[in-house]
Structures are given as structure tokens and as C-alpha cells.
């Protein structure tokens, strides 16, 4: 090709016309002009020698052939040489074309052969890949015929131990109806020993009262003694002094078995009904077509209003405090101690039962810290927006929408109720409470919660009465598009037990809450899956439970070690973080007895965690979820979905914005 260009340059030179130059070199009588490239022309414009036809332009010797009369044989000459050079050119031309059509053939040859080869490597690798996959196949069907061998043999396995498990239980149901007939008849035995002595008793007593002439003055009935797990003050101030923690603990009351004694059913005033139905039937904190979901209920805001507290908002400079605060309806005084409350390793107690008009065999725990219009909720009784009350366990009541999902509700101060501190509760007339706890430590935690149990606000005071928030939901939720949230990553953070770089890895998940650019209410941390998914976790080795119990034995809290570990080295970094403990269950049974049954266990776990690992009750909070985020996906006893779950919540929370 480039051949061809250069041919066709030498070409269009030679036919171009020759044109004088500006400044000609004149001739003899001015008859002659030497053009721009050397040619030599007459004054006519005829060419009498051309230079770009290859003549040599001797302009001395042109003007001796011109003056002797050779000026035509000159100017055939230049022709001829100027034809010459166009059929040169020309030849070249096309010799040069042919050389080009020769090299597009070639390239056309080369590449047809490379795509052939190409074709030919494709349909080879098509072929081998598809003799692979028939290996596989072959592989796969193998291997699930061995898998089924095995699976056969482990059933005929099974079925054995079942058979032998079977036996065995009857030869055990034998030995503890024998047992159980040998009890009876000892019990028999005892009763009868014990009327036997207690009638010879009597007659002694009888022949001593009559040997005995002087009359006995008549006993005056002693008055009873008043119950020292409460004190009612009709006047409260702002914070408790630790002064007024000075009741007789429950212990030094002798009453017997008051357990056993009826009790008057709590009057629940029409106030905190109210307010309580206020809360259980609220929206949700997402947002939808109705409005903002973030718009507190009446009976939050009248918490709000209860306390005083400055919800997020500073207050401007110069501007006084409240002068006063509501009085409370009520105020009660407790010490707590090992006997009037629950250790991980108990079971819960029963609920209480009806024993009369207006009496009950005694106060739920719900009652017994001042959630009445909540302990007073009756199973079946449904509410205004067709929500209904499907459990009352006396320490959790569990609530049904029309939409089949539950929600189960309890007093959220429950695990900071520990042997030795000294509780302060003052109740307010829409049911909302402040409970102050002062521990021998000499922390003090003062929690708001509303009618229904759940925190709206929790802090604590050391000695020097420096405060840390650790929860404040007395403010307006931002309204939640879950489609905007982000997705959780494949490569969040999740906390080991085996990191040594627990207080490292919390602080990353700080940073990547901070990168979201909002932060959450605790409701809403508890109540969507998409906003806890958001949180980094806590690696937690399976605890076992026994069916159907929320006890942790010792055995079982020694695999919480690791775990109690982590949680003290990130709370060294940062005294204020949180902790959501999760429980969650397997699908057998309802799906309300799950809910309760996983809530407890989450409460079990925290415990223990305080109990064994000196973790502060009050940075944990406990939220069962029942059998309603499954693991595996089956109806099945699966042990997998029977699990606790450690989220370090604290990074999503508003709070996270005040430190």
C-alpha cells in the first residue's frame, strides 16, 4: 500500500499541469520561463522540456535548440517524455493494485483458517465439558445412591434405639409406679403417725387446762403486721436520696407462707386502661399511606410530659427547668433479695388463680412492679383494632394483630432487680412508671418505662452523679421505607469468641452504623428484622435448654464464658453499649407459647450473664422472637433454630448521637 501511494504521487505530479513560477527566470528575448520544478516553457505555456517526466532542463542548452529553430522537435520531445512517464506511472499503478488485492486474499485466507481453528477448539471444548458433566452426573447419582444406603441404614439404626429406648422407658415407668406406690404408702403411714400425735397432744393440752383453776385473760389479737415490700408516699421528689432506701426489706417480715393467702385483685384505674390500650394498639414504626409513623402515641407523650426529661431538643441558653413535676399516684419502696426474685437457674412461676369474688391466690409479677392495667389483661380479651390477648403467664403477656403476627409484652426492668439492690417505683396515673435502683455498688439506675413494661428511657449515675443515656426512645421515630435500607453484607461485622479484638471490632461497627446516616428507636431495633440485620452480632455457642424451660444449668452457663468476656472488653472501651440478647425457637408447638417461651430464655441468658460474668443488667436488653425468624426453614424439631443471639445495638440507636 504504501507503494501504491507513492506511485500514485509521482502520477499526479506528472499530470498536473506545469505553471510558471511567480518569479520566472526570463530567457533569451523573453520567449522562455523556467517553471517552479526546473520544466522550461515558451511564453505560450508550451512545455519544451519537463522535468517531472524526467528531462534534464538545461536552460543554456534549450535556448541554443530554441534559437535554432528547434523549438517544435523540443516540444515533442517534452510530450513524448511526459507520456512516457504517464504509462510508467500508470503500469506501476496497477501492478501496485494487484499487489494489494494479492495481500487482502491472504488476509482473508489467514483469517477463514483462524475461525475455522477457532470453531474447531470451541466444538472440542463443548465436547470435553460435556463429557465432564456426564462424569459428574454419574459422580452425583453414585453418590446418592450411598447417601441413601447410609440413610437406610441409619433409620434401621434408629429404629433399633427407639425399640430399646422404648423398653427402657416402660422398665422405668414400672420402677417409678413402684416407687411412687411406696411413696404413697410411707406419706399413709406418716399421716396416720402424725394424727396419732397430734391427738395425744390435744388430750394432754385438755388435762393440763383442766388441772388449771385460774382463768386466762383473753388474748388481744396483735395487729398484723404491715407488708414491708411497699411503702406509699403521696409526694415524690425529682430523684430519690439514697436515704430514703431505709423500708424493712421483705425478709424481716414474718407472714406466713403469703403465698398461700388471698389477695384483693388490683383495681386498675380507667386512666391506665387507657393509656395501656393506647400502646398495645399503635402503629408500627414503619412508614405507610396513613401518615408518619414516627408520631408518638398519646400515652408516650404523657410519659413524656410525667418526667420532664428534654427530648433531644437543648434547651435554650438562659431557659429554667421545670419548677415541678406531676405527683405520682403511688411510690413503692423495695430491697430486693434472693427470695423475691428469680436466679437463671429457677424456673418462672405459675400465674396466679382466681380464689374468690375480687380475690386471687396472689399479685402476678406484672403486678407486683406496677404494670396492674398489663397483669390485669384476660386471655381472649380483644381490642379495638381487633388485636387480641392470647397468654398471660403473669410475667408476659402475649398479643395477637388480625394479621396472625404476635407481640409479646413484660416489664423490661426485670433484670435489674438483683439480690441486694434497693428499688424505688413511682407510678403515675396513665400507668407509665420511674423506677430508681440504687446498687451496693454505688450505681444508680433510673429507667422510664410506659404503661406496657417496655423502656422509654434509661441512664445511669455513679457516685459523682455523672450521667450516661444508654437508652432514650422519649422522642419522635423517623418514619422507616424498609426498601431503603441497605442489604446486609456478606462480609459485615461479626464478633468471635475467639477475637482478642472484640473492643476493635465494635468500634468498626460504629463507624459502619455511622455510614447509614441515621439512627433508630430501640422499638424499632427490636420490632423490624431489617434494621437489627443492620447490627453487628456476637458469636454464641449453643446453649442447651431442657424442653419446654427457660433454666440455664451451671454446666450450660460455662459455655457463656467466652461470651461474658467479649461483652467486658467492649464495655471497658465503652461503658454505654448495648446489648440486644435475642431468643428464638423451633417451630414445634403454638406459636404464643414459642414467643413466651424464647423471651424467657433471652432473660435467662442475661441473667446469667450478670450472675457468673458480672455483666451490668442495664446494658442488656431481652427480646424474644420465637419461631418466627427460623434458621432452617422447617416445621420440624430442628436444634439449630433453638438459639440465642448477641447484637451490639448501640452504634443504630439515637443515643449513639449523644456520646
Same mark, same amino acid.
Given at each position: 500500500m504504501k507503494r501504491l501511494l507513492s506511485t500514485t504521487t509521482v502520477l499526479s505530479l506528472a499530470l498536473t499541469p506545469i505553471t510558471p513560477w511567480p518569479l520566472m527566470a526570463q530567457g533569451f528575448g523573453d520567449e522562455l520561463t523556467v517553471a517552479e520544478d526546473g520544466s522550461i516553457?515558451?511564453?505560450?505555456?508550451?512545455v519544451l522540456c519537463s522535468v517531472p517526466a524526467g528531462q534534464v532542463c538545461n536552460m543554456d542548452q534549450i535556448t541554443i535548440q530554441f534559437l535554432a529553430g528547434d523549438a517544435e522537435q523540443l516540444k515533442a520531445a517534452a510530450a513524448a517524455a511526459l507520456d512516457a512517464a504517464r504509462t510508467e506511472a500508470e503500469a506501476a499503478v496497477a501492478a501496485d493494485v494487484a499487489d494489494v488485492a494479492n495481500d487482502e486474499a491472504a488476509a482473508a485466507a489467514a483469517l477463514a483458517a483462524e475461525e475455522a481453528a477457532a470453531a474447531e477448539a470451541a466444538r472440542a471444548a463443548e465436547d470435553a465439558a460435556a463429557a465432564e458433566q456426564a462424569a459428574i452426573a454419574e459422580a452425583a447419582a453414585a453418590e446418592a445412591a450411598r447417601a441413601a444406603d447410609q440413610a437406610a441404614a441409619a433409620e434401621a439404626e434408629a429404629a433399633q434405639? &427407639? $425399640?430399646? @429406648? +422404648?423398653?427402657?422407658?416402660?422398665?422405668?415407668?414400672?420402677q417409678a409406679s413402684a416407687e411412687q406406690a411406696a411413696a404413697e404408702q410411707a406419706a399413709e403411714a406418716e399421716r396416720v403417725a402424725a394424727e396419732e400425735a397430734a391427738a395425744a397432744?390435744?388430750?394432754?393440752? &385438755? $388435762?393440763? @387446762? +383442766?388441772a388449771v383453776e385460774t382463768v386466762a385473760p383473753e388474748a388481744s389479737a396483735e395487729p398484723a403486721a404491715p407488708e414491708a415490700t411497699a411503702e406509699t408516699a403521696p409526694e415524690a421528689e425529682p430523684a430519690p436520696a439514697p436515704a430514703e432506701a431505709a423500708p424493712v426489706a421483705p425478709e424481716t417480715v414474718a407472714v406466713p407462707e403469703p403465698a398461700a393467702a388471698p389477695v384483693d385483685v388490683p383495681v386498675v384505674t380507667e386512666a391506665e386502661n387507657e393509656s395501656l390500650f393506647q400502646l398495645l394498639?399503635?402503629?408500627?414504626?414503619?412508614?405507610?399511606?396513613?401518615?408518619?409513623a414516627g408520631e408518638p402515641v398519646s400515652a408516650i407523650a404523657a410519659a413524656i410530659a410525667a418526667f420532664g426529661v428534654q427530648t433531644g431538643a437543648t434547651p435554650a441558653e438562659g431557659a429554667e427547668a421545670p419548677v415541678a413535676q406531676p405527683v405520682p399516684d403511688n411510690v413503692t419502696v423495695t430491697t430486693v433479695t434472693e427470695d423475691s426474685t428469680r436466679s437463671s437457674a429457677e424456673e418462672f412461676t405459675a400465674a396466679p388463680t382466681a380464689v374468690g369474688e375480687n380475690k386471687k391466690s396472689g399479685l402476678s409479677n406484672l403486678e407486683k412492679v406496677g404494670l396492674l392495667a398489663l397483669g390485669a389483661l384476660v386471655v381472649g380479651k380483644v381490642l379495638s383494632?381487633?388485636?387480641e390477648v392470647v397468654e398471660n403467664t403473669g410475667d408476659r403477656v402475649v398479643v395477637r394483630d388480625p394479621q396472625g403476627n404476635f407481640q409479646v409484652y413484660k416489664d423490661d426492668d426485670t433484670l435489674l432487680r438483683r439480690p441486694g439492690a434497693t428499688v424505688r417505683t413511682e407510678t403515675f396515673n396513665d400507668g407509665s412508671t420511674r423506677s430508681t435502683v440504687d446498687r451496693e455498688d454505688g450505681v444508680q439506675v433510673v429507667t422510664i418505662r410506659d404503661a406496657s413494661g417496655r423502656v422509654l428511657r434509661r441512664a445511669t449515675y455513679d457516685d459523682r452523679g455523672n450521667e450516661v443515656v444508654l437508652i432514650d426512645d422519649l422522642v419522635r421515630e423517623e418514619q422507616i421505607d424498609i426498601s431503603t435500607l441497605p442489604r446486609p453484607r456478606p462480609d459485615r461485622v461479626t464478633i468471635s469468641t475467639n477475637d482478642s479484638d472484640a473492643a476493635m471490632k465494635a468500634a468498626l461497627a460504629r463507624e459502619e452504623a455511622r455510614a447509614l446516616g441515621r439512627t433508630f428507636s430501640l422499638r424499632q431495633i427490636r420490632e423490624i428484622p431489617q434494621v437489627r440485620d443492620l447490627a453487628a452480632t456476637i458469636d454464641v455457642d449453643n446453649i442447651t435448654f431442657d424442653s419446654g424451660s427457660a433454666v440455664i444449668r451451671p454446666t450450660e452457663a460455662r459455655k457463656l464464658a467466652s461470651i461474658g468476656r467479649i461483652i467486658d472488653d467492649i464495655?471497658?472501651?465503652?461503658?454505654g453499649e448495648v446489648f440486644l440478647i435475642e431468643g428464638h425457637t423451633d417451630a414445634v408447638g403454638s406459636a404464643s407459647y414459642n414467643l413466651t417461651l424464647s423471651d424467657r430464655r433471652a432473660e435467662s441468658v442475661a441473667l446469667a450473664l450478670t450472675e457468673y460474668y458480672g455483666i451490668p443488667p442495664e446494658n442488656m436488653v431481652v427480646q424474644g422472637y420465637g419461631e418466627s425468624e427460623l434458621r432452617v426453614d422447617t416445621q420440624a424439631d430442628e436444634r439449630r433454630n433453638r438459639r440465642a443471639v448477641v447484637r451490639v445495638i448501640t452504634p443504630l440507636m439515637r443515643t449513639a448521637a449523644l456520646r
Open positions: 516553457l515558451m511564453q505560450d505555456g508550451s434405639a &427407639a $425399640e430399646a @429406648a +422404648a423398653a427402657a422407658e416402660a422398665v422405668a415407668a414400672e397432744e390435744a388430750a394432754r393440752v &385438755a $388435762e393440763e @387446762a +383442766a394498639t399503635a402503629p408500627d414504626s414503619t412508614a405507610d399511606a396513613n401518615g408518619d383494632d381487633g388485636r464495655l471497658l472501651d465503652n461503658p
